[in-house]
């Protein structure tokens, strides 16, 4: 019984800090509650900007007609089991990373290609936003799993933390740091380095206790881990490791069941929460890389022509992906480059 007022008293909590940032009273008619599957706690910058703007966003362009039990910090599921989750209607829509589905859409490891992502943090964001509208990139998800794709975003610059200094190709020979996903494990064993598959919540202790040496991660998300106190160096690429992406994904069935005028609330819902992405992210990649060098680490900033020497260290990775996909993936990556330019 305590265990149940425990989990009440949780979703309570959870639905004042959503409801706090949205006014938007039921409409007269039909209510629709949808239930959203959120990844980080309700309080994190990654989870305020891509879940809980976007969900509260829809209840005020719906008129409150489309109403969300929100479960925060992965409650309904793995970050690996999302749109699987979503698919079989465990959640009828949430946030995903598709680094993590790359097996069955391998037109998804685009955003994965080593260093493609030639641009500032604000290009990358607007880029990985055109790249995700893309209908071939939706039509290849959506082809596979029962989901219908919204929209998304980058996080920012995927970069690297490490106890030793690395500044150069060389230096991570033998090295081994934690990745996310096969294609980033493949790019850090191109680099010569030792990849290493552990789950977010084990990368603290691991880089505590020497298990690795170091880890990829963009720098909101070091903070949020407090790298900076197992950790000494913070290698900022010119040119971000990954794309660092996320998906929001709806149930097709659940999108299906909604009028038109309702559907569009949440278009237009996705196109606000990209625009406030584009917005916010550079400010707080700023202020994390601010943060972590106050907090005693010191940054390097990697020049661009030494990032190209690691690009071509990996060109292999881009040749077996553009093998694997075809014309389609020769297609989105023209596209893409072409979006960076």
């Known amino acids: 019984m305590k265990k149940i007022y425990i989990v009440l008293a949780l979703m309570v909590v959870v639905a004042l800090l959503v409801g706090g940032l949205s006014c938007a009273k039921p409409a007269p008619g039909k209510v629709y509650t949808l239930r959203w599957a959120g990844v980080y706690p309700p309080d994190k910058f990654q989870e305020k900007t891509f879940s809980v703007y976007f969900i509260n966003r829809a209840t005020e362009l719906s008129n409150g007609a489309i109403q969300w039990e929100y479960y925060p910090g992965l409650q309904l599921m793995g970050m690996k089991e999302i749109v699987d989750g979503i698919a079989a209607g465990t959640a009828d829509g949430g946030l995903a990373v598709p680094a993590f589905y ?60 490490f106890k030793e200094p690395l500044t150069k190709l060389e230096d991570f020979k033998g ?25 977010s919540a084990e990368v603290y202790t691991a880089l505590q206790t020497g298990v690795i040496d170091g880890s990829q991660w963009q720098p909101v998300s070091a903070v949020v881990n407090r790298l900076y106190e197992v950790t000494k160096y913070a290698v900022i690429p010119h040119i971000s490791l990954s794309g660092y992406t996320w998906i929001r994904v709806m149930n097709r069935d659940a999108w299906n069941s909604l009028p038109k005028k309702l559907q569009d609330a949440l278009i237009q819902a996705e196109k606000d929460t990209e625009k406030y992405a584009r917005e916010v992210v550079p400010k707080a990649e700023e202020e994390a890389i601010d943060t972590l060098a106050k907090n005693g680490m010191n940054i390097y900033y990697v020049p661009r022509d030494e990032n190209l020497r690691w690009r071509d260290a990996c060109r292999p990775i881009w040749d077996a992906w553009l093998s694997k996909t075809g014309a389609k993936g020769q297609g989105l990556l023209d596209f893409m480059l072409k979006e960076l330019k």
């Open 175 to 199: 090295v081994k740091i934690r990745a996310a996903g096969k294609m980033q494990s493949n790019a850090i064993n191109a680099l010569g380095g030792a990849a290493q598959s552990l789950p």
């Open 102 to 161: 790359t097996g069955k859409v391998p037109l998804a490891g685009i955003q994965d290609l080593p260093f493609l992502f030639d641009t500032d943090v604000e290009g990358q964001v607007r880029a990985c936003q055109a790249l995700i509208q893309h209908p071939d990139y939706t039509g290849a998800f959506e082809a596979v799993y029962n989901i219908k794709i919204l929209g998304g975003d980058s996080q920012g610059t995927n970069s690297f933390y």
